[in-house]
């Protein structure tokens, strides 16, 4: 009987540390049945992406919230983990219904049925967009110290040179001036 118990605990346990990830707004888990195309999402991610708290999403529908200019690369991830039986990861962007760009991981893997054909891809998306934020103002300010610094050596040298050119002056004057 203690056995039993200690599953239930066990189990309990498990699934208030699902939900706990599953709540996070950074964090989304999603499950996509290849053989129905219905993609199941968690509902916190779901509100973020414009969806309804229930209901069926197909892979279009889900595909139609990325930038357009990274469907291609992820569609091409996902055909390749589907084909090779390997692990899925991507990033791209999301573009909400408020129109503000959010950066995201996902990172999957393949689910094979009896017979070896791929039949579920799962796993988690992370919202990763204040670290790509922070990248790229780092490169802003790695560029603007770039910048920073030609014009500075642009300066020295400017300098150098003036500097070159005095000392000719004053060499050539010494020497043209007549000897005491």
Same mark, same amino acid.
């Given at each position: 009987?203690?056995?039993p118990? @200690?599953?239930? @605990?066990?189990?309990?346990?498990?699934?208030?540390?699902?939900?706990?990830?599953?709540?996070?707004?950074?964090?989304?888990?999603?499950?996509?049945?290849?053989?129905?195309?219905?993609?199941?999402?968690?509902?916190?991610?779901r509100?973020?992406?414009?969806?309804?708290?229930?209901?069926?999403i197909?892979?279009?529908?889900?595909?139609?919230r990325?930038?357009?200019?990274?469907r291609?690369?992820?569609r091409?991830?996902?055909?390749? !983990?589907?084909?090779?039986?390997?692990?899925?990861?991507?990033?791209?962007?999301?573009?909400?219904?408020?129109?503000?760009?959010?950066?995201?991981?996902?990172?999957?893997r393949?689910?094979?049925?009896?017979?070896?054909? !791929?039949?579920?891809?799962?796993?988690?998306?992370?919202?990763?967009?204040?670290?790509?934020?922070?990248?790229?103002?780092?490169?802003?300010?790695?560029?603007?110290?770039?910048?920073? @610094?030609?014009?500075?050596?642009?300066?020295?040298?400017?300098?150098?040179?003036?500097?070159? @050119?005095?000392?000719?002056?004053?060499?050539?004057?010494?020497?043209? !001036?007549?000897?005491?």
């Open positions: 009987t203690a056995r118990v @200690r599953r239930t @605990r066990e189990l309990e346990l498990n699934k208030k540390r699902f939900n706990l990830a599953a709540d996070s707004p950074n964090v989304g888990m999603w499950e996509w049945d290849l053989d129905k195309d219905e993609i199941w999402i968690t509902p916190t991610r509100a973020q992406l414009g969806f309804s708290a229930s209901g069926k197909t892979s279009e529908e889900l595909i139609s990325w930038h357009e200019d990274d291609d690369k992820v091409q991830a996902v055909n390749e !983990a589907i084909e090779h039986d390997k692990d899925y990861q991507a990033e791209f962007r999301v573009v909400r219904e408020d129109g503000s760009m959010h950066w995201i991981f996902a990172r999957g393949v689910q094979l049925d009896e017979q070896g054909k !791929a039949k579920l891809l799962t796993g988690i998306s992370l919202d990763i967009t204040a670290r790509k934020e922070a990248e790229m103002l780092a490169q802003q300010e790695r560029s603007e110290l770039e910048r920073l @610094r030609q014009q500075r050596t642009a300066f020295l040298e400017r300098e150098v040179a003036e500097y070159a @050119r005095l000392e000719r002056e004053v060499i050539e004057s010494c020497a043209h !001036a007549p000897r005491r």
